[in-house]
């Protein structure tokens, strides 16, 4: 049976549409069962939508600086977290 780590393997290839029938039949199933892959796969699907839909024009900065905001905010917040805990 497919296990989380094998399905995360080939995930992007899943949402590309580039694995085997049997593959895909595969991964549908674990899916079926397991709501973190659900959420991966998800989470997967809309930052390659938003990357496809980017790549295919001239780079778009705001949406960059977006990104770049949003990494930060999380660095940040990964900081805040680890020195209240100490
Ligand atoms: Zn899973």
Known sequence: M?????LAEIASDYIDGELSHRQ???VKMHL??????????GNLRASSN??????SGKADEE???RINER?????NDRQNKGSDSE
Do not use: P, Q, Y
């Open 2 to 6: 497919l296990m989380c780590r094998g």
């Open 24 to 26: 895909n039949l595969t």
């Open 32 to 41: 079926m069962m397991c709501k973190d892959c659900r959420t991966f796969i």
């Open 50 to 55: 938003l990357l496809s839909a980017h790549s």
């Open 63 to 65: 949406f960059l600086r």
């Open 71 to 75: 990494v930060a905010e999380a660095l």
